[in-house]
């Protein structure tokens, strides 16, 4: 739906039309649906969701990490790093790694939206501070 096909649908079908247009920024959603990874972030996902060992390793990895950081932030930076190695030693071994560094080499990428969409997935939001009422 586009942004004036809005117009005249009421209030309320209206926003939950924009809500659906731009759920991301709504004040509603919970999470953010969708987000943006490179070639290699993909490659990493996608190689962990096949195996369970691995997918096992690093939901842990990621909620120690989150756990001893110092909030998200600082989690998803050194989640990249580490992402970053684990992704260098699966290209010595592991066939699509293997095959990608062959033909381009190895070449530092970042690993940071896969971080922060790793912590997104597996770590449960903190609570917000609620404000006592004078």
Request: aromatic fraction near 8%; charge should be positive.
């Amino acid at each position: 739906m586009k942004l004036d096909e809005t117009r005249g649908l009421g209030t309320e079908n209206a926003m939950m039309a924009l809500d659906r247009l731009f759920g991301c920024f709504s004040e509603t959603a919970t999470h953010v649906a969708r987000m943006s990874l490179n070639a290699s972030e993909q490659m990493v996902f996608d190689y962990v969701q096949r195996h369970p060992d691995e997918r096992h390793y690093w939901v842990q990895k990621v909620q120690n990490t989150c756990a001893q950081a110092i909030d998200h932030h600082e989690a998803a930076r050194l989640l990249d790093a580490d992402l970053w190695r684990y992704f260098e030693e699966r290209s010595g071994v592991a066939s699509p790694f293997k095959d990608l560094a062959a033909r381009q080499g190895l070449r530092k990428t970042s690993m940071r939206n896969l971080a922060e969409y790793l912590v997104r997935l597996w770590v449960a939001p903190k609570p917000k501070k609620t404000s006592a009422s004078p």
